[in-house]
């Protein structure tokens, strides 16, 4: 990013790192941290739940 931006302060890096972008997803039917894991701990749940297919 700096040897195409090279005034890019660490300020403006901070937007492009991937971990702070997904967690300003925390909304309603988005994909941030919480949203993903509450939605794979539902499913592993009723998965486990359910008897296995053969």
Request: charged share 30%; hydrophobic share 40%; aromatic share 8%.
């Given at each position: 990013?700096?040897?195409?931006i090279p005034e890019a302060t660490p300020e403006f890096l901070k937007l492009f790192d991937p971990e702070m972008?997904?967690?300003k997803r925390e909304i309603t039917g988005a994909t941030g941290f919480k949203a993903v894991?509450?939605?794979?701990?539902?499913?592993?749940?009723?998965?486990?739940?359910?008897?296995?297919?053969?």
């Open positions: 990013m700096l040897i195409t972008s997904v967690a894991r509450s939605q794979l701990d539902f499913w592993r749940k009723r998965l486990s739940s359910e008897p296995q297919a053969r």
